[in-house]
C-alpha cells in the first residue's frame, strides 16, 4: 500500500499476492486495474475473482472519484427451467449452476421473451467501454468497466507530456511539471550536429553553384526570360491545417475489448493502414464521423484541415 503522502485521495493503488494491481472503491470493494490512461482520465477494472456480474449488482459510485463514462442497462434473468441453448444465449457462467442458467440482455425483445420464462433478478447500469453502443441480446458482462475522474484534472497536462503531480505533499493542489524525456548527453549532441550540419551545408554549396553556373550559361545564350524563370521561383499556394483548440475538440474514444465501432465495417486507419487494437485510442471527426488513430489525425489535421477519406472541409473552426 502506497503511503497517504503518496499520491491523490481515491487513487490507492496496491499489489497482490499474484502481483495484480488493485484499488479499493469506498462503496463497492476491491477491483483488479487492468489500464490507466492519464491523457483522457479513464480507468478499466475488473473483479479479482473473476465474476464481474455479481459485482455490478451492487456497484456504487457515491463515495469515489471515479464515474462510468458510458452506462448501458441491463436486465439479468435467472432461467431455472427454461432451454437456453436453443436460443444462441451467452449465459453468465460464474452465477449459473447445475440447474439454474443466469443471463443478462439490454435489448427489449429479448427481455420480453426471458421475463415471460425465466425469473428477474435485477436491472443495473454497466459501465461499458464504447459510447456508441446497440443493443445485445445477451452478454456475459466480462469486458473490464470504463470509468473516467473528474479531479484532479491531469488530462491535457499528461496529453502534452508532462508530468501532473502535487505541489505540496499531503495536500489536493498539483501543478504541471516539464520534463526532459529525450535529453542526450552534450557530447551526443555535438556529434548529431557535425554528422548532420556538415554534409547539409556542403550541399547547399552545390546546389547554389549549380544554380549560379546554369544561370551564368543561359545569360552567355541570350536568353533573360529563362534567366528569369530560373531564379524566380513561381508562387506556391499553401493550404492551413487546424489549430490545437480545434483538433482537441474533436471526440477522442480508447477502444475496448469487446472493439465496437460506431461503423464496424471501417476497422482500419486510413492513414497509417494499420487495424484498430484494444486499448488504442481513436479521434473521430464530428461532421463525418470518420474515425482514426488518436496520433494519425492529429498529425494531418495540423497541416490539412479535410477528413483524410471524404475530403469535406470542417463546417465550423477556430480561425
Same mark, same amino acid.
Given at each position: 500500500?502506497?503511503?497517504?503522502?503518496?499520491?491523490?485521495?481515491?487513487?490507492?493503488?496496491?499489489?497482490?499476492?499474484?502481483?495484480?494491481?488493485?484499488?479499493?472503491?469506498?462503496?463497492?470493494?476491491?477491483?483488479?486495474?487492468?489500464?490507466?490512461? #492519464?491523457?483522457?482520465?479513464?480507468?478499466?477494472?475488473?473483479?479479482?475473482?473473476?465474476?464481474?456480474?455479481?459485482?455490478?449488482?451492487?456497484?456504487?459510485?457515491?463515495?469515489?472519484?471515479?464515474?462510468?463514462?458510458?452506462?448501458?442497462?441491463?436486465?439479468?434473468?435467472?432461467?431455472?427451467?427454461?432451454? #437456453?441453448?436453443?436460443?444462441?444465449?451467452?449465459?453468465?457462467?460464474?452465477?449459473?449452476?447445475?440447474?439454474?442458467?443466469?443471463?443478462?440482455?439490454?435489448?427489449?425483445?429479448?427481455?420480453?421473451?426471458?421475463?415471460?420464462?425465466?425469473?428477474?433478478?435485477?436491472?443495473?447500469?454497466?459501465?461499458?467501454?464504447?459510447?456508441?453502443?446497440?443493443?445485445?441480446?445477451?452478454?456475459?458482462?466480462?469486458?473490464?468497466?470504463?470509468?473516467?475522474?473528474?479531479?484532479?484534472?491531469?488530462?491535457?497536462?499528461?496529453?502534452?507530456?508532462?508530468?501532473?503531480?502535487?505541489?505540496?505533499?499531503?495536500?489536493?493542489?498539483?501543478?504541471?511539471?516539464?520534463?526532459?524525456?529525450?535529453?542526450?548527453?552534450?557530447?551526443?549532441?555535438?556529434?548529431?550536429?557535425?554528422?548532420?550540419?556538415?554534409?547539409?551545408?556542403?550541399?547547399?554549396?552545390?546546389?547554389?553553384?549549380?544554380?549560379?553556373?546554369?544561370?551564368?550559361?543561359?545569360?552567355?545564350?541570350?536568353?533573360?526570360?529563362?534567366?528569369?524563370?530560373?531564379?524566380?521561383?513561381?508562387?506556391?499556394?499553401?493550404?492551413?491545417?487546424?489549430?490545437?483548440?480545434?483538433?482537441?475538440?474533436?471526440?477522442?474514444?480508447?477502444?475496448?475489448?469487446?472493439?465496437?465501432?460506431?461503423?464496424?465495417?471501417?476497422?482500419?486507419?486510413?492513414?497509417?493502414?494499420?487495424? #484498430?487494437?484494444?486499448?488504442?485510442?481513436?479521434?473521430?471527426?464530428?461532421?463525418?464521423?470518420?474515425?482514426?488513430?488518436?496520433?494519425?489525425?492529429?498529425?494531418?489535421?495540423?497541416?490539412?484541415?479535410?477528413?483524410?477519406?471524404?475530403?469535406?472541409?470542417?463546417?465550423?473552426?477556430?480561425?
Amino acid at each position: 500500500m502506497q503511503p497517504s503522502s503518496c499520491g491523490y485521495p481515491g487513487f490507492d493503488l496496491f499489489c497482490d499476492a499474484f502481483n495484480q494491481t488493485l484499488i479499493d472503491l469506498p462503496n463497492s470493494g476491491r477491483f483488479t486495474v487492468q489500464s490507466i490512461d #492519464y491523457a483522457t482520465q479513464n480507468i478499466w477494472l475488473n473483479d479479482p475473482d473473476h465474476c464481474l456480474p455479481r459485482r455490478l449488482l451492487q456497484l456504487n459510485f457515491s463515495d469515489s472519484p471515479f464515474n462510468g463514462l458510458f452506462n448501458q442497462d441491463f436486465t439479468l434473468f435467472n432461467c431455472s427451467s427454461f432451454d #437456453y441453448t436453443g436460443y444462441k444465449y451467452d449465459p453468465i457462467g460464474c452465477m449459473s449452476g447445475e440447474n439454474y442458467t443466469v443471463v443478462a440482455s439490454s435489448a427489449e425483445t429479448a427481455i420480453r421473451f426471458l421475463a415471460s420464462r425465466c425469473s428477474l433478478i435485477a436491472t443495473v447500469a454497466v459501465p461499458v467501454q464504447w459510447q456508441f453502443f446497440a443493443p445485445v441480446m445477451t452478454s456475459d458482462l466480462a469486458d473490464d468497466m470504463r470509468l473516467g475522474w473528474n479531479s484532479p484534472r491531469c488530462g491535457r497536462c499528461e496529453s502534452r507530456e508532462r508530468r501532473c503531480g502535487l505541489r505540496i505533499a499531503n495536500s489536493t493542489e498539483i501543478e504541471c511539471i516539464n520534463v526532459d524525456r529525450h535529453v542526450l548527453p552534450r557530447p551526443a549532441r555535438y556529434a548529431i550536429i557535425i554528422g548532420v550540419g556538415l554534409p547539409a551545408f556542403l550541399f547547399l554549396i552545390g546546389f547554389l553553384y549549380f544554380l549560379w553556373s546554369r544561370v551564368q550559361s543561359y545569360r552567355r545564350r541570350g536568353h533573360p526570360m529563362m534567366e528569369l524563370s530560373m531564379v524566380v521561383a513561381p508562387r506556391s499556394t499553401t493550404i492551413s491545417g487546424l489549430d490545437e483548440p480545434t483538433i482537441d475538440s474533436y471526440p477522442k474514444t480508447i477502444l475496448g475489448e469487446s472493439f465496437r465501432l460506431p461503423k464496424p465495417e471501417n476497422n482500419v486507419c486510413s492513414i497509417c493502414l494499420s487495424e #484498430y487494437k484494444p486499448k488504442e485510442t481513436l479521434r473521430s471527426i464530428p461532421d463525418c464521423q470518420h474515425c482514426f488513430h488518436a496520433e494519425c489525425i492529429d498529425e494531418w489535421l495540423r497541416l490539412n484541415p479535410l477528413c483524410p477519406v471524404c475530403r469535406n472541409p470542417p463546417k465550423s473552426s477556430h480561425p
